[in-house]
């Protein structure tokens, strides 16, 4: 079996791009970029009709999810089936990264290494920040909260945990690395050899599913030096896989069957777990997709269905906002159900009235691009990388910072006695008999705990030292002697020059959300603030 890897891994890659499908099984080894954005009876042609499908079912399974997340968040509803739907998020994101690991190994091959990057990024970039400009607008108007406009943020770079505009862009963190690795990878003429890159990629992300801590290998928003190894990585390093399985006759349409007890397992493991087996399931639900007799485009049913996935990608940039935004339009006595499945018939209504206009603008851009001169194309995609590193390595080293302080922080407060953090005197005075007290000079106070949603509160309060004005801290919540989050802060204070001394005294305020389940029992929490250094000042309780 070793020998038989070994030849596999030292054998390049033959995975030719498609342009017409084999007459009896509707695909051939790649599949055709221009079938996205096809009529119906071209796309079935080029074999992506089940694909685009697929895409659009996976849409419509995050976009329930949410709606049940929401409706829970931001209206106090019982989620009826929360176990499942909870699921139903890692489901529909798996399928959309194995639906792309298989047509960017297709991809990578055909297209020349600028032009395939290029076409990458017309395609998620020119659409999400309209999307983005759409609803800053429209919140702005409502008077509104709307975050995530910063350019580490509004970059896609992995730079670690963000505040993202629409709330749904960390996959599109993963799929702009995606596409920026296999560039590279193309760049350096290994394009050919990327099914022996993806099994060699599999293999690592094996090994770091057992030997990273937890924290480290189910990372949503993870740091540039942690993404090649978390677990959602899976379906995308197994989707590249596909091309090769499917022309070689090894993945068939009965693989489908397969993925429906390891989607099931999800249920039953923990969530590191549920990415492998979700991924695997994706895997082989996208390559029975795909391998098998190909959707015609007829009948209105699968005409709604190609529709679809053709707006799949605008559904899911809009849907969280439209979510939030159906939440506070709608009367407060409905139930739950009536207000998701009000969200959810706003979204696709809206996803199908914009979606002409995002294909067209996609169809635009790679005229233009495909029109390009290659010094043309490396003056752009050069300025891209360049924003995309610099981005990621900024994020990157703040997030390792961050991490390093938090452990400090984390040691620092494990090192007293448990009962110290159950009344607010047992902690001034463990903290004072350690010598452990910041010293006066710190200015700090716990400004309020409000409840924001039926099932959680804010804690919200401020830290600062004029004599240390660079010193950082984490704010520490406790319930009943259980430590309950570690945050940094996040609020620029200005509204603080008169207490700090100081007009621009930096990121010193701190809007801290905790489960109101996690302090059920204790409904005054015990705040603190604690430095780098594992010295600490009780803030109130």
């Known amino acids: 079996m070793l020998a038989r890897l070994a030849r596999m891994l030292s054998r390049p890659a033959r995975t030719a791009p498609l342009v017409a499908a084999h007459p009896s099984t509707g695909l051939a080894p790649s599949i055709a970029p221009e079938a996205v954005s096809a009529p119906a009876g071209r796309r079935a042609a080029a074999g992506l009709a089940n694909i685009q499908i697929l895409r659009g ?294 996803a199908a009235l914009l979606g002409p206009f995002d294909l067209a603008l996609y169809r635009a851009l790679r005229r233009r691009i495909d029109a390009a001169t290659p010094a043309t194309l490396k003056s752009w995609l050069a300025a891209y990388l360049l924003i995309f590193a610099g981005c990621a390595a900024w994020g990157s080293a703040e997030t390792a910072r961050n991490d390093w302080h938090e452990r400090r922080a984390r040691a620092a407060l494990a090192a007293l006695p448990t009962e110290a953090w159950t009344d607010l005197r047992a902690a001034k005075a463990a903290i004072e008999g350690r010598g452990l007290a910041l010293p006066p000079s710190m200015q700090g106070a716990l400004e309020g705990i409000e409840p924001a949603s039926p099932v959680d509160f804010v804690v919200s309060a401020y830290a600062y030292d004029p004599a240390r004005p660079k010193q950082t801290y984490l704010l520490a919540v406790y319930c009943s002697g259980r430590l309950i989050g570690l945050d940094r802060p996040r609020r620029w204070r200005k509204d603080l020059a008169a207490v700090t001394g100081s007009t621009r005294p930096g990121r010193i305020g701190f809007l801290m959300q905790i489960p109101t389940a996690a302090c059920a029992a204790d409904p005054a929490p015990l705040v603190l603030a604690i430095d780098t250094e594992g010295r600490m000042a009780v803030l109130g309780r």
């Open 57 to 350: 079912v996976a849409a419509a399974v995050v976009l329930v999810h949410h709606a049940a997340v929401y409706a829970q968040l931001l209206r106090g509803a019982d989620r009826l089936f929360p176990t499942f739907d909870a699921m139903m998020g890692l489901w529909g994101v798996a399928v959309f990264f194995a639906i792309s690991g298989c047509l960017m190994a297709g991809l990578v091959v055909r297209d020349r290494p600028l032009v395939f990057l290029a076409h990458r990024i017309s395609r998620i970039f020119p659409t999400y920040l309209a999307v983005v400009a759409l609803f800053a607008a429209v919140f702005a108007a409502l008077g509104l909260n709307f975050g995530g406009l910063a350019l580490l943020s509004l970059s896609l770079a992995p730079a670690g945990p963000r505040s993202y505009a629409l709330n749904v862009e960390w996959t599109l963190v993963y799929e702009t690395s995606f596409y920026v690795g296999l560039f590279l990878l193309a760049r350096a003429g290994l394009a050919r050899r990327i099914v022996p890159l993806a099994v060699l990629w599999l293999a690592l992300l094996a090994a770091a599913s057992l030997l990273l801590p937890a924290a480290s290998r189910d990372l949503v928003l993870p740091p540039a030096y942690l993404l090649p190894v978390v677990a959602a990585c899976v379906p995308f390093a197994g989707g590249l896989l596909l091309p090769r399985l499917i022309a070689s006759g090894r993945m068939t349409p009965v693989a489908g069957l397969l993925a429906l007890p390891l989607f099931a397992a999800c249920l039953f493991v923990e969530r590191d777990a549920a990415r492998w087996l979700g991924g695997i399931a994706a895997v082989l639900l996208v390559g029975a997709a795909a391998s098998a007799r190909q959707a015609r485009g007829e009948g209105a049913v699968t005409r709604a269905a190609l529709a679809l996935g053709d707006a799949s990608y605008l559904l899911y940039l809009i849907h969280v906002p439209v979510l939030t935004l159906t939440a506070s339009a709608v009367p407060a006595h409905w139930s739950g159900f009536a207000y998701g499945l009000t969200a959810v018939m706003a979204a696709l209504g809206l």
